[in-house]
């Protein structure tokens, strides 16, 4: 494999339009090569990696029109992990993307604490070139203990093109989350989120915090729990688990925001064992659509429900049945 430090990407070359006269440098080449980053782009400049007609200018320098640019830049190793052999479900692969069922217990980056045996380490096994890319190539993360369907870009461009679709809201998250309460109704949590003011592990709802909006609506309801579909509009760390704990509703399971651990009345020693033996948050990431970076075609990959939250469905399920049965012979 071509050592990654010194492998140069191939030169593109493009043409200055003439209606672009007078305008910065550096705002022409983020059209001329809409796959690349603004910031990535103005670095290459800075770095003399870009030439019009010959010179290197600096990125506010204004063109005239019709001068021949070429971008002959040297891609630097991005992500420094080690890969190892971690068997991944890939749901979906080509050469630009793979889309991947992530397991719980499986943390994506490497860490404090988690400094291999990651995600990052899986992909670099998959594919070496991914050290290349801004953390292997992952545009967006889930925790450590949440399941589900991820996209990770196999290219730059692909990685600006994915980027650009999250920031834009345009890439559709559907999870399935099981939480305590038995709601009436969906609804939308609409209320920003940043870091906890005391607690660095946690995030909380804060009025200076950063916009976030989780749409959820009833999947199946139980005497004291609800299986939620929730859609992600925006995509703030922990979202799902802030958002569901804000509205008292916290998912089952969940460490950092479960709260109190509540039963319903006259649970059965065997349900009682095996809620309290649901050790992560049940929350799965089960649908992602997107447009492909490179073609525009739509790709959509569902995750099937892991076994553990299954289980726990049909604990809740029974249990919700024979109180029912119950309540009715009483009547």
Known sequence: MPDPMTDAASPR??????SAAGRRLDAVLAELFPEYSRSRLSA????????ADGASLRGRDPVRGGEEVILSAIQETQTHAVAE????DILYADEHVFVLDKPAGLVVHPGAGNPAGTLVNALL?????????????????LDKDTSGVMVVARTLPAHTALVAQLSARQVHRQYLAIVVGALVSG????????RHPRDRLRMAVREDGKDAITHFRLRERYRNHTALECRLETGRTHQIRVHMNHLKHPIVGDPLYGGSFKLPKGASDAFIAALRSFKR?????EVLEFAHPVTGEPIRRSAPVPGDMQRLMKLLREDAAVHAEAERQRR
């Open 44 to 51: 290459w400049i800075k770095s003399g990696d870009v030439l």
């Open 187 to 194: 609804g939308t949590a609409n209320a920003p989120i940043d």
């Open 85 to 88: 052999d971690i068997p991944l």
């Open 125 to 141: 096994h998959l594919d070496a070139n991914l050290e290349l890319l801004p953390r292997a190539g992952i545009v967006h993360r």
């Open 13 to 18: 070359l493009a043409i200055v339009p003439q």
């Open 281 to 285: 948050q049940a929350l799965h990431a």
